[in-house]
Each structure stands twice: as structure tokens, then as C-alpha cells.
């Protein structure tokens, strides 16, 4: 009785369940589960010890990683009748919105990991070939060796990890950001990264903090749909652009996530490939092209990728 009382009293926490459910679809080490379940690390930390503790949880070591999974006696219902209890939750809790948003980053995680050999098994059950040293952070590396050195501006830049790969090849990139402890993040990634030619400013997509005329390139990856006025905000990168300048979009589709206005201050449900055309269109852009960038199975968020070209200035007859 009072093996059981314990149990139950270490289950009646929403956050305990959470990760639970998560660690039930695959292993995570503690970095992943913070960015997964949106919550500090210590608090993982602690509940993850929790759980290994009474059992539900076990820790496997490897290399330098501690990864965390599901413990298989939780699924031996011959040990008792928790898993079916646990099940039945996982599925009554699947349509609220505080899991919705677990599940998109947990899929956003997995995804991260197909990309990066270091979490890639040598398991090739799947049939496909195991190469080492193929990532896609190498090829967009390589790609942009291509380009010419350009002056770009990356809008809504985030925590920086874009502005720091275009510096690499960039001569030089403005990044603009609305947070101030999201652009000292950026701030100290690059400086880690050891990169001089970027400039930070602080600004508003609707009323960037930058020159007419100024830039190359702009990007907007994953940041129109937090913009209040998305007309407005074309328009002014079209007005930082030179003439023959180039705007590059990455941005969603249509999705009924509603949970991501809440959780991350999302301002639109993505947009549809005429909407966006048309907005272009709107600003003054022309070989405006729209196109599918990225969908996985069972994924809400399909990437949309967006290019339009401004005018360049006629000469004097």
C-alpha cells in the first residue's frame, strides 16, 4: 500500500507525465527533454531522478551523452496494470494544446537528429546507406561558398543560428531582432563562433532600424508569421533592399496549431502559397516564386520558401 501510494503521488504531476510520454517514443538526453517539454533544466533534472528512482525511467550512457528512455518493465503488463493506465492518459491528453506543442518539438527534435551524424545510428535497418560526415549544415556551408560576398540583413533573427551561418560566407550581415535577451543570446553565440561582421540591432520588422537601400539580401526565415502587419513588413525589406536586391522567405503553410500563439507568439497560422505570392506582389517584388520547402509524415507544420527579386532602377533614356 504504501509502494503504491507513492507511485501514484509521483504521477500526479502533469510535468512528470509529459516527460514520461515523450520518453515513451524514443530516448532524449536532458538538453533535448528541456527544449522539448519547455521547462528548466533543473526541474528536468529532478524529475528525471524522480522516475529513474521508482523505476520508470532508466539512463543509458552513449559516448559522452546520458540519454533517457522509457524503462521496458513499465511495458511488461505481467508487472502490473500501469502501462494500460499510462496509455489511456497519453491518448486522452493527445489533443490538448500543452502536448500538441510537446509533439511538434519533440518532431522538430527527432528532425534535427536525421541531420547530424553525431545522433545517427549504425543501425541501417531502415535500408538506407550510413554515411559519415553527410549533414545538411555542411551543405548549406558549401552552398553558400558559391555566392559572392553580399551584404544581408536577417530579420527577426532569433537566437542567431542563421545570421551566424550566412556570416560565414556574407561580407557582412545586419541582424534584427525585437528581444533584447534574444539578441544577447545571438550576441554571445557569435562571439563564440569567433565572427566580426555582424551588426545587431534592436527594431520591429514593420520599421527596421536599417538604411534604404542598403542590403543585398534579406531573409526572413520563420519570422513574417510574428508579424503583426505582414504587408508592412515586406514592404520595408524591400525599402533596405538595393535595386536587384533579393528577399528570401522561409515560413509555414496554413495550420490549425492554434496552441503556438500562446506558447510562442505566433501571430499567423502560416500562410497559403497565393497569400504569400500576393503580398510580394504587392510590395513591389517581381520573379516572385513560391514554392513547398520541407513536409514529414504526421508533421502539422509544412515549410514554405518564398524569393522575390526588387526592381531594379531603370536608366535615363
Request: proline residues 3%; charged residues 30%.
Amino acid at each position: 500500500m504504501e509502494q503504491a501510494s507513492a507511485l501514484y503521488r509521483l504521477l500526479g504531476d502533469e510535468a512528470r507525465l509529459r516527460l514520461l510520454r515523450v520518453l515513451a517514443q524514443d530516448r532524449f538526453n536532458v538538453k533535448e527533454l528541456t527544449g522539448i517539454l519547455g521547462l528548466a533544466q533543473s526541474g528536468v533534472s529532478r524529475h528525471l531522478g524522480l522516475l529513474k528512482d521508482a523505476g520508470l525511467v532508466v539512463e543509458e550512457r552513449d559516448g559522452s551523452f546520458s540519454f533517457y528512455r522509457l524503462a521496458p518493465s513499465v511495458r511488461d503488463e505481467r508487472k502490473g496494470a500501469l502501462w494500460p493506465v499510462l496509455q489511456a492518459q497519453f491518448v486522452e491528453a493527445a489533443g490538448s494544446a500543452l502536448v500538441k506543442a510537446d509533439e511538434a518539438r519533440l518532431q522538430e527534435v527527432l528532425r534535427l537528429r536525421r541531420e547530424n551524424f553525431e545522433h545517427v545510428s549504425a543501425d541501417t535497418r531502415d535500408g538506407r546507406q550510413l554515411v559519415p560526415g553527410r549533414s545538411w549544415a555542411a551543405w548549406s556551408r558549401a552552398l553558400g561558398l558559391l555566392l559572392p560576398p553580399l551584404d544581408v540583413a536577417d530579420l527577426g533573427c532569433g537566437e542567431g543560428y542563421l545570421t551566424v551561418e550566412t556570416a560565414r560566407w556574407a561580407r557582412r550581415v545586419a541582424a534584427v531582432d525585437r528581444s533584447t535577451g534574444v539578441l544577447d543570446r545571438a550576441k554571445a553565440l557569435a562571439a563564440r563562433k569567433r565572427l566580426t561582421n555582424i551588426t545587431w540591432k534592436k527594431g520591429e520588422l514593420e520599421k527596421l532600424p536599417l538604411e534604404s537601400g542598403s542590403m543585398d539580401v534579406a531573409l526572413l526565415s520563420q519570422a513574417l508569421h510574428h508579424a503583426a502587419q505582414p504587408a508592412a513588413a515586406l514592404a520595408e525589406a524591400a525599402r533596405i533592399l538595393k535595386p536587384g536586391g533579393r528577399l528570401l522567405i522561409l515560413d509555414l503553410r496554413p495550420h490549425d496549431e492554434t496552441w503556438v500563439r500562446e506558447k510562442l507568439g505566433d501571430q499567423w497560422f502560416g500562410f497559403s502559397d497565393d497569400h504569400l505570392s500576393g503580398l510580394l506582389t504587392r510590395a513591389g517584388f517581381t520573379d516572385v516564386r513560391v514554392a513547398l520547402g520541407a513536409r514529414r509524415t504526421h508533421d502539422p507544420f509544412a515549410v514554405l520558401l518564398a524569393i522575390g527579386t526588387k526592381p531594379a532602377k531603370r536608366g535615363r533614356k
